[in-house]
């Protein structure tokens, strides 16, 4: 989408536009399915982080980043809101995301394989209204059974790895593998619906019946 685009989107209902700063087709999916009128404005990719941070302070800070990215290059059209969200891994205390090659995913799985991780997603929303960003981090545990080399390297020949936290994405093959899961779903997937839901309500968002 352009930058200059937002001003000539049209919305139907009485819901306001929500921008959701991510490329996400899995984020764009949740928000279909919850009904929302939204465009993707993707944010500028940095997420470098401070690495003596710890993992739910670098999901929020990267989550709330995007959003204010977004804010800053609609700051012309005002969008009444912005969603942003970061999902993350964290095994021994190190944080996993993005892997940048093929070999950087293969390490990666071979951490996780036959061991429990923690995936954090944080999703922040930005009102124009109070212009305040209210975030929200949620926390659960992925379980994957023994991978053996061979089923690795047939994993890492799919790509499903590329462009996903922790080099998995758990609606995906990788459900092959995983155990186990403890917490919530969607959220491992890359938003949480139930805080997504109650951060909308909790700001003022005219959804689930108010």
Not at 33 to 62: M, R
Not at 140 to 161: H, K, Q, R
Request: proline letters at 7%.
């Amino acid at each position: 989408m352009r930058t200059g685009a937002y001003n000539t989107i049209r919305y139907s209902g009485s819901m306001e536009p929500i921008i959701l700063a991510s490329g996400s087709p899995r984020r764009r999916e949740y928000l279909e399915l919850l009904g929302l009128p939204f465009t993707c404005v993707p944010s500028p990719g940095d997420e470098n982080y401070d690495p003596c941070s710890g993992p739910e302070t670098v999901a929020k800070e990267l989550a709330i980043r995007k959003v204010k990215n977004v804010v800053e290059i609609l700051k012309d059209s005002s969008p009444p809101w912005v969603c942003g969200a970061d999902t993350l891994i964290s095994l021994d205390g190190k944080i996993y995301g993005k892997p940048i090659d093929r070999k950087d995913a293969g390490q990666m799985l071979r951490s996780f394989a036959g061991r429990s991780h923690q995936v954090l997603s944080a999703v922040a929303l930005y009102s124009d209204r109070t212009k305040t960003t209210d975030c929200r981090l949620v926390s659960s545990i992925v379980t994957f059974a023994p991978m053996e080399p061979g089923e690795i390297e047939w994993y890492l020949d799919t790509g499903e790895w590329r462009d996903a936290a922790g080099a998995y994405k758990i609606q995906g093959l990788a459900s092959c593998f995983i155990s186990s899961i403890e917490g919530s779903y969607s959220s491992i997937v890359g938003l949480p619906l139930r805080e997504f839901y109650a951060i909308l309500r909790d700001n003022g968002y005219p959804y689930g019946g108010r």
